[in-house]
């Protein structure tokens, strides 16, 4: 027996999707879907379920996080009902279902995300007011003479501390939802589907290429590379100032990684901006505020952070201070909220597929030796 | 000159108007742009759901129409101009020459044997065939009188040495003709669905992809091929898929209607297919299917049990093989909404029915209005079905929505009837 939640369209409506009662079933969308499979089949059957008010099968399934609405769905359905559009938006009820005391629903309401998102931008700059070095060297650019190595260490142990127990805490119910007892998976195979998707799904993600626009796949590979590398980046400059030395030739390494990395997540963040402005395509022709917000945010991470390290290489004192103001106000921002806005489809993604991978790949076993 | 009633479009809502009114009385000119009347019914095999064969049904009606003292036909002519005179219209009407004297021609298509000419495409057979430049358009065409496709001809004369009544006249050229009538008819029929606008479906580039009228021909009593094979190498079709409800209920090629027709037409090509390939397989891809007339419903559960298999599921998209052979693509949704990927050897689509606005530039004046799917307007259409926004101006048939052959003879009457009134009332008024 399936539990039915008769607000739940009207619920996913909000957060988009506001064509799909248009939908009759036709099944066109699943068909025309490269990335649906033989054993999970969307979008129809996430409308089906949406129309019906059966959230369970929608929560514990992997489909919303297989779609990376290339589009095809919306371009093609005969009802204009926008198919992709209510992946996108059960993505974004299925973060707040997951939020622990509900705090993602403060980043996807109207007013209160505005408010969230000024409250947290205040909070990170009245930090960095209280506790910058007014004098810092003005001589040779040193980001840590302005704002100390300490100041930076401790609201990091404890932003880290806040967004782990957010995210681990998510991820569990996450986990609660879709774990089947009876498949008596063993830890051997839960690695091994574990490296797979790590690789196959997070690192090159394979299965977007399937879709027919390859451009927005590298543009999606940018973000990730370049988000990952500017973290390598700040981590390996921390550590060589902690380990070895503030003034060690080492620093070449992150800074480099740094420029480099920045560009990269420029490009990416840039390319969906762009998207979403000037080209209206199916995917990119509405966008959630939830979605601004998140790009915004990437593309700013990565402007602050390739200007810093620019900076720094050409030894601009406050133009370089400025950059790593912003760069920490925005990173604290992104960072923060990670587990409740759209970046938690980062944790939620990987999870979900990898869970799904290990059933798919026992029932293969089960069937062959059945 | 003089009639009472001009009736736009000899299909079978222009004809079963004409001879409704011309049985009560009036004069009736009935133009048709193609050389020869009958419209799309006399080119289909069957009817559903009773199996009738259409050209026995509708050659009578030709006949009637073409013989009928108080019917005038004029074929291969456009009404070019409609404009109010009185309560009634002045029209003017192009006849296109077929430099053939109609009078004179026996349709004994010696011409049609003489001419060197080989044209690619045979509009009466949907280009399954050729024709020649000089035609008889179909076997059963009224006037049985052949026409020159001119922009074709080579102008070599070897139609008019063979011609045994000296028909031929080259010598023809465009006629005007003016006339006045009381009362206006329009029955302008629909235009199939080009099938090129889904590419996703392959046709006119994938051989063995062919439209739900191309197989009504190859089912026909007067078929090309006197059986039913697939276009690539004619091989005899073994497996044959129908893609329903293409060009309708799609807002993706802007035509979000159910056509009405095509889950009927599709389920009596099935049973034909049956009765002509007795080994074959036939699968219909369906979204629903709509049998909802008088003995559908029946006639759709007995094609079910005759072993026609019914899948419920849109094609997304179709992939050609090296052999000519087709993948289709769809959700199976009644089998776990699995993505299937089917072979079939021959596909045929089943189009839907388009309106044709281009008959309200014809009205001057006065604006024939359309409703929002392009097909005329109904001004009252629960009380007065054929009124149409132009006072004395009815429609009949199709043209003011998709429907079936039955609904549209019951619309025919009352266009007619409609009309009588009309004039009857300006008659006592003046």
């Known amino acids: 027996m399936e539990k039915v939640n008769p607000d739940f369209l009207d619920n996913v409506k909000e957060m ?26 969307f979008p129809r059957k996430m409308i089906r379920y949406s129309m019906l008010g059966i959230e369970d099968k929608i929560l514990s399934g992997p489909e919303l996080w297989q779609c990376y609405y290339c589009g095809e769905c919306t371009d093609t359905c005969p009802r204009e009902a926008d198919p992709g559009g209510l992946m996108m938006a059960l993505r974004r009820y299925t973060i707040r279902q997951y939020s622990v005391g509900k705090i993602a629903d403060i980043f996807y309401g109207g007013t209160s995300s505005v408010i969230a998102w000024v409250f947290l931008s205040l909070v990170a700059i009245a930090g960095l007011v209280y506790f910058h070095n007014p004098t810092p060297n003005l001589q040779r650019v040193d980001p840590l003479s302005f704002i100390t190595l300490d100041f930076l260490h401790y609201a990091g142990m404890v932003l880290g501390i806040v967004i782990a127990f957010f995210a681990i805490a998510q991820l569990v119910i996450m986990w609660r939802s879709l774990y089947k007892d009876e498949m008596h998976v063993t830890i051997g195979e839960w690695w091994q589907s574990f490296w797979d998707i790590l690789i196959n799904e997070v690192f090159i993600q394979k299965t977007f290429n399937e879709c027919e626009d390859k451009n927005r796949y590298w543009a999606h590979l940018a973000l990730l590379w370049g988000f990952l590398g500017l973290f390598l980046a700040t981590i390996l400059a921390f550590g060589i100032d902690f380990l070895i030395s503030v003034d060690s030739g080492l620093k070449i390494i992150p800074h480099v990684l740094g420029i480099v990395s920045g560009l990269v997540l420029l490009y990416g963040s840039g390319y969906y901006l762009y998207r979403r402005y000037f080209i209206k395509d199916s995917y990119s022709k509405y966008s959630h505020h939830s979605d601004w917000v998140f790009i915004w945010l990437m593309f700013l991470a990565g402007l602050t952070g390739f200007l810093l390290d620019l900076f720094v290489w050409i030894n601009l004192p406050w133009p370089a201070y400025i950059a790593f103001a912003v760069h920490l106000v925005v990173v604290f921002d992104l960072l923060l909220t990670a587990p409740f806005a759209k970046f938690a489809h980062a944790m939620y993604r990987p999870l979900a597929l990898w869970i799904s991978k290990t059933y798919s790949n026992k029932e293969k076993v089960q069937q062959a030796q059945a | 000159m003089e009639y009472d009633v001009l009736v736009i479009g000899g299909g079978i809502a222009g004809m079963e108007s004409a001879i409704n009114l011309g049985e009560a009385g009036y004069k009736v000119l009935l133009v048709e742009k193609e050389p020869s009347i009958g419209g799309k ?190 276009p690539s190498d004619g091989k005899e079709a073994e497996n044959i898929a129908y893609v329903l409800c293409t060009g309708s209920r799609d807002r993706t090629v802007g035509n979000p209607l159910c056509s009405q027709i095509c889950c009927m037409y599709s389920i009596k090509q099935a049973q034909l297919i049956l009765g002509a390939l007795p080994l074959a397989d036939v699968t219909l891809y369906y979204m629903d299917i709509r049998a909802f007339g008088k003995g559908y419903e029946e006639f759709y559960k007995q094609t079910r049990d005759m072993g026609v298999q019914f899948i419920k599921g849109r094609v997304a998209k179709i992939e050609e093989r090296e052999n000519g052979n087709l993948i289709l693509r769809y959700e199976d949704i009644e089998n776990g909404g699995r993505v299937q990927e089917t072979e079939h050897d021959l596909v045929v689509l089943s189009v839907g029915l388009l309106p044709t606005p281009e008959i309200t530039s014809i009205f001057k004046e006065e604006k024939l209005e359309l409703d929002d799917y392009y097909y005329v307007k109904q001004v009252d259409e629960d009380l007065s079905p054929a009124r149409t926004s132009i006072e004395g101006v009815f429609v009949a048939g199709t043209a003011y929505g998709p429907k079936d052959i039955p609904d549209t003879i019951l619309s025919a009457g009352a266009a007619s009837s409609e009309a009588t009134a009309y004039m009857e009332t300006t008659r006592r008024q003046k």
Do not use: W
């Open chain 1, 16 to 41: 988009g999707a506001f064509d799909i009662s248009a939908c009759y079933s036709c099944g066109n969308c699943t068909a025309v879907c490269p990335l649906s499979t033989e054993e999970y089949s």
């Open chain 2, 41 to 230: 019914m006399i080119l289909l095999s069957k009817v559903f759901p009773t199996l009738d064969c259409a050209s026995c049904i509708s050659t009578p009606k030709m006949a009637e129409t073409a013989h009928h003292p108080n019917i005038t036909t004029m074929t291969y002519s456009e009404v070019m101009e409609v404009k109010r005179n009185g309560s009634g219209f002045n029209a003017k009407i192009l006849k296109k020459p077929k430099y053939v004297n109609e009078s004179a021609c026996t349709g004994c298509q010696d011409c049609e044997r003489a001419c060197p000419v080989n044209v690619k495409y045979d509009e009466f057979n949907f280009d399954l065939v050729g024709r020649k430049a000089v035609f008889i358009p179909f076997p059963q065409a009224i006037p049985k009188v052949a026409v020159i496709d001119i922009d074709n001809c080579i102008l070599c004369g070897a139609c008019e040495r063979a011609c045994p009544a000296s028909a031929i006249d080259f010598t023809q050229v465009p006629e005007e003709i003016e006339v006045n009538v009381r009362s206006v008819i329009v029955a302008t029929g629909f235009k199939l669905f080009p099938a090129e606008r889904k590419p996703q479906y392959g046709f006119g580039k994938f051989k063995n992809v062919i439209n739900a009228m191309q197989m009504d021909r190859l089912l026909a009593p007067t078929r090309p091929f006197n059986t039913v094979l697939r």
